[in-house]
């Protein structure tokens, strides 16, 4: 941790703090390892998400008609008619195979998408052929950015940091730089999950824990990727380093708390 621009007494610090750790584990649990295998056989799947390609790869794979899209959507509890818990008007297209759990859509069209916790007045999500997507940094007193997604599950995440505030910018709007590209593996789709906006309108899109209250809404362009980071008193994170080091005093039962009310706070106003 010294290398990584921390102090002496920090880096040693925290050593203490994970042999403590250690120490109270195996004391506790006396037969077990601190690391070990489990041998789950050569018949598997094995479904990456460390990577944003790979996030978006295999959460897309729910939409498939294989037998391991089939694995996966009885491990996420994705019933088989791919609908659950959802409020969708009576002129909503749901096409290609998409996901609809725990949404309310009143108008448009769910296309090769996989929409989770979605609330919005209208959709238009539609997922296509290969493409490039914009990593952009978002400008000041956003509470929009980007980052990798880790985890294996369709569930929201927490917010980041306590007190969210409004957006002070206009959608897409660069932070004194110029945006860089990532190539997709493979044919992709629109994920969302955890979003609440006025209105969605995105192609090959990973929209991930967003609340917009913009009259506009949310217009992406194709391959977008977009989250929101809940940040306290407009600081601004320049690595993923500097939101580890913002998120150190954050209470994450407090942050789901936050996050929680942001998204319900607009759906009231939507009278969703």
Known sequence: ??????????????????????????SSHPEKAVFGAIDVGTECYWWDYGLLSLYQKNNMLALDDTEEAASLRAYLRIPEDRAQSSELG??????????????VVKE??????????????KCDAHGASRTLVPVRPRSRGERRSLRTFPGVSLRPPPAFNPRPRRLST???TPLNSTPTFARMERPSGCLLINVTARSIK???????????????????????????????????????????????STDVKEAYKLGAEAHADLAKELKF
Do not use: W
């Open 1 to 26: 941790m010294v290398t990584k621009n921390e102090t002496e007494a920090t880096a040693g610090a925290h050593h203490d703090r994970m042999t403590a750790f250690k120490s109270k584990l195996l």
């Open 170 to 172: 206009p959608l897409l």
């Open 202 to 248: 995105a192609r090959n899109c990973v929209i991930y824990n967003v609340v917009d209250d913009s009259e506009d809404g949310l217009v992406l362009p194709d391959g977008a990727v977009l989250t929101n980071v809940f940040t306290d008193g407009g600081k601004v994170f320049k690595s993923f380093e500097g939101v580890y080091k913002m998120n150190q």
């Open 108 to 121: 448009g069209e769910i296309d090769h998408t996989i929409a989770s916790r979605v609330v919005t007045g």
């Open 90 to 103: 009576n002129d909503v297209q749901v096409t290609n195979g998409s996901v609809v759990l725990a949404s």
